[in-house]
């Protein structure tokens, strides 16, 4: 192992437990020095890495913002409106379940609502205005701004809900699938769920 | 005027007050004098009704939780599950698009969110609990149980968004029923909102 990937190793079992103090005592009741014994490190190491818990805070959710992203880009290449949105539904979908303690700490939190807020208005294009333009058209109307809407927040709450925290992935995923697909009127896949042997297009 | 409705009549203008400041600066943001000055009375005065901030916000917040409780039980009294489903539906969305402010209020302050889940969880029946029979019955499966929870979550957050603020109250009404509707998979009402005379199949 190089020096280089023991620090990307410490980064990330940093940021994994960063996530899961926040998600036991919010982002607020979580100190630099509760991160730093959980890790069994000094708050010197720990400030090696960051300077402050905000900072760890918008590094912890970065990676979820930035697959989000891509998540569009792709389905931006899909050439009908209708694989565009299966696209963006599937991976918003999926991407919550994985999520899970993210996505619930998002919800509840509002330190963590903040800063992800500043992160994304700082890019070029709202990811919230790029999400609403891949479900519903660069110039939506009002009835399909306020169903994306819907369906954003509702399969995010959900998702991250406490008491759906017991479900299994895959479950959860079909659940909310199914919900998102009846929000934007879209149909189920003819071989839906687990089919491992289906071709994708 | 008798000295029992003046006492009422600054009640309200007090809780009225308060609504529109925690709107304003959050309900941590938002201290007893800030109240006081905003009313132009004496924090005395302020304290002879309420004895904390908290209890404001719960008076603030009781009167919609009492009406939803309502709406639920007037619900049950139908006959069939579909008419008990639609008379829930449109008695959540109608409170969402009248108490707006609140709902947004919920939506995003940490502070509202605690004192109203201790308020609920006082109660005999959780507010919460009664919502889901309501709407998916007395033992739901998992698939009724998301499917509630994305719908609630999603129709009270879209309503009470920020950037839907401008819409009115007939607009955004029709448009969350709407989404509702297709959610819990339940019909359109053969006359619907405003247009009488037009039919929509």
Not at 14 to 31: D, P
Not at 64 to 91: F, N, P, V, W, Y
């Amino acid at each position: 192992m190089t020096a280089g990937t023991a620090v990307n190793d410490t980064r990330s079992r940093l940021l994994a437990t960063a996530l899961k103090l926040f998600g036991e005592h919010g982002m607020e009741g979580t100190s630099m020095q509760m991160i730093a014994d959980e890790l069994g490190v000094t708050k010197a190491a720990l400030y090696y890495h960051f300077k402050s818990k905000d900072e760890i805070a918008e590094a912890v959710a970065a990676p979820a913002l930035q697959e989000m992203d891509q998540i569009l880009d792709e389905a931006r290449t899909k050439r009908s409106r209708g694989a565009q949105i299966d696209h963006a539904l599937a991976g918003f979908v999926d991407l919550i379940v994985r999520e899970r303690t993210l996505v619930g700490l998002f919800n509840s939190d509002p330190g963590l609502q903040r800063l992800i807020k500043r992160t994304l208005q700082a890019r070029d294009e709202d990811l919230k205005t790029k999400l609403r333009t891949v479900f519903a058209g660069a110039d939506p109307g009002l009835a399909d701004a306020i169903t994306v809407h819907v369906m954003s927040a509702g399969l995010a709450m959900a998702g991250g809900a406490p008491e759906f925290a017991g479900v299994d992935d895959d479950t959860l995923r079909e659940h909310l699938l199914d919900a998102g697909r009846r929000l934007l009127g879209r149909p189920r896949p003819k071989h839906p769920g687990k089919s491992r042997l289906r071709l994708r297009i």
